[in-house]
């Protein structure tokens, strides 16, 4: 079975301060990974995503993510955090087999505050 | 190309009554997949379409259902409403075809409140 754990429910920072937000997933198979961004009262928007590819993905607005699979974590980072960054952001694994294949599961999101 | 279409953005409902709500998808995309957002749950899957048939079906009760038309417009039913349904319905599409690393586009979803 597949799921995602976001391990913290809310992270803030100052602006120009490096990002992190954190994922672990459990996966019965070799996982498609995603990270969403959700800002208020919006849809979801993909920031990237991994795919079995270059383990270091690189995503919109300067986020990247790392899959660790002796790890199961597929961490979020950013350089330098923008005012515009502020929003819920939740990991998400693709189930790869069975009957369930292509459903996504997602983490319970970690919102990001950011101060000027 | 227009993105994810859903209507109405914002619904209220009383107890009992039912609700339909549309999903139109990105153009060429022949799947749809239904989410609730919710604060207690989060995201939870609902079910997916794929040229017309359900190819997925979370663990929902039989008041929620759904359809997809031959043009790939996708419509969610609740009847019966709780008012554990209020919540942010959320519609993806995707081409359909190549699951599970291929990206689902997200509508901005519809709000709906049950009184």
């Known amino acids: 079975a597949q799921s995602v754990t976001q391990l913290d429910s809310h992270v803030s920072v100052s602006e120009g301060t490096p990002v992190l937000l954190r994922c672990n997933y459990s996966?019965?198979?070799?996982?498609?990974l995603f990270w969403y961004v959700q800002h208020p009262n919006k849809g979801l928007q993909l920031l990237l995503k991994?795919?079995?590819?270059?383990?270091l993905v690189k995503g919109i607005n300067g986020f990247e993510a790392e899959f660790k699979k002796s790890e199961t974590s597929f961490h979020l980072t950013k350089p330098s955090a923008h005012m515009s960054d502020a929003a819920e952001y939740f990991c998400?694994?693709?189930?790869?087999?069975?009957?369930?294949?292509?459903?996504?599961?997602f983490g319970r999101g970690t919102q990001l505050t950011v101060w000027p | 190309k227009a993105g994810v279409t859903q209507t109405p953005r914002y619904l209220i409902k009383t107890r009992g009554q039912q609700v339909t709500l549309s999903c139109s998808p990105i153009?060429?995309?022949?799947?749809v997949s239904w989410y609730q957002q919710t604060p207690g749950q989060g995201l939870q899957f609902l079910f997916e379409?794929?040229?017309?048939?359900?190819?997925n079906k979370g663990n929902f009760p039989g008041r929620f259902s759904g359809r997809q038309f031959s043009n790939s417009r996708s419509e969610m039913n609740v009847s019966t409403l709780e008012l554990g349904d209020s919540a942010l319905y959320l519609c993806?599409?995707?081409?359909?075809?190549?699951?599970?690393?291929?990206?689902?586009?997200f509508g901005p979803g519809t709000r709906l409140l049950v009184l």
């Open positions: 991994y795919t079995s590819a270059a383990t």
């Open positions: 153009s060429g995309h022949r799947s």
């Open positions: 996966s019965s198979y070799s996982p498609s």
């Open positions: 993806a599409s995707s081409l359909g075809s190549g699951p599970p690393q291929e990206t689902q586009y």
């Open positions: 379409y794929f040229s017309e048939t359900q190819r």
């Open positions: 998400v694994v693709s189930d790869s087999k069975g009957s369930t294949l292509g459903r996504l599961y």
